[in-house]
């Protein structure tokens, strides 16, 4: 089954504490993205990218690294959480970077709390 | 930058009434227009996109949506809602050229019987 596979789907942690959501994709996607939801903002994009090797920050990437070393793989890195960063985050991949009609798939998301 | 623009958080309809959910977009040139669909506790799933040619889009579950370009504007409809609808809609935009999406903040569909 083509999917978005998101790991863990919850974490609550501590400030200070380093964790990895990783992001994992079976489609043969080129690109692939980080989102966080907070209520009331919607989504907005931390990280992109368009190839392996290949990333680019989005609109909110403070607090959070990224590597793309593998094609399928896109884990989302926070060196050091804050509580700001508690929200609901989304893995999405898409067939091409350059096709912007390509549609993106999502992962089931994680839900994370710092404390 | 783009920015997209849903009116109303939350939209509460009747079982069996017609449902609008409103989305216009800022942007120089004709993009890319989405709806995704969020049901709780789960991702995003798209609902129908707009990229060119025909302008009244026909999506999953009934859904259809109007891209007109004089009025900036994506609006979602379903002329009779269902128990089912029930969830949070995405409307998102993209350039033609890359596939970063920008999303407006959310509209909550709530259905009653």
């Known amino acids: 089954e083509a999917q978005v596979t998101q790991n863990p789907r919850y974490l609550i942690t501590v400030t200070g504490k380093k964790l990895t959501v990783t992001c994992s994709q079976n489609m043969n996607h080129e690109y692939m993205s980080w989102y966080r939801q907070d209520p009331g903002l919607g989504l907005r994009q931390i990280y992109y990218?368009?190839?392996?090797?290949?990333?680019d920050k989005g609109d909110v990437p403070e607090g959070y690294k990224v590597s793309r070393k593998e094609k399928r793989n896109f884990p989302l890195i926070l060196e050091s959480p804050s509580p700001n960063q508690t929200s609901l985050y989304f893995c999405?991949?898409?067939?091409?970077?350059?096709?912007?009609?390509?549609?993106?798939?999502f992962g089931p998301g994680t839900r994370l709390t710092v404390t | 930058a783009q920015s997209v623009t849903q009116l109303g958080s939350h939209v509460s309809v009747s079982e069996g009434a017609l449902v609008l959910l409103r989305c216009n977009y800022s942007s120089s040139v004709p993009p890319y227009l989405f709806w995704y669909v969020q049901y709780p506790n789960q991702g995003l799933q798209l609902l129908l996109k707009y990229t060119t040619g025909a302008t009244l889009v026909k999506g999953i579950n009934g859904f259809e949506a109007e891209f007109k370009k004089s009025e900036t504007s994506f609006h979602l409809t379903k002329p009779s809602a269902h128990m089912s609808d029930a969830a949070e809609y995405f409307c998102?935009?993209?350039?033609?050229?890359?596939?970063?999406?920008?999303f407006g903040k959310g509209t909550m569909l709530l259905v009653s019987p």
């Open positions: 998102a935009v993209s350039d033609q050229g890359y596939s970063t999406l920008t």
């Open positions: 990218s368009m190839n392996v090797e290949v990333t």
């Open positions: 999405a991949s898409s067939l091409s970077w350059d096709r912007a009609s390509y549609e993106q798939y």
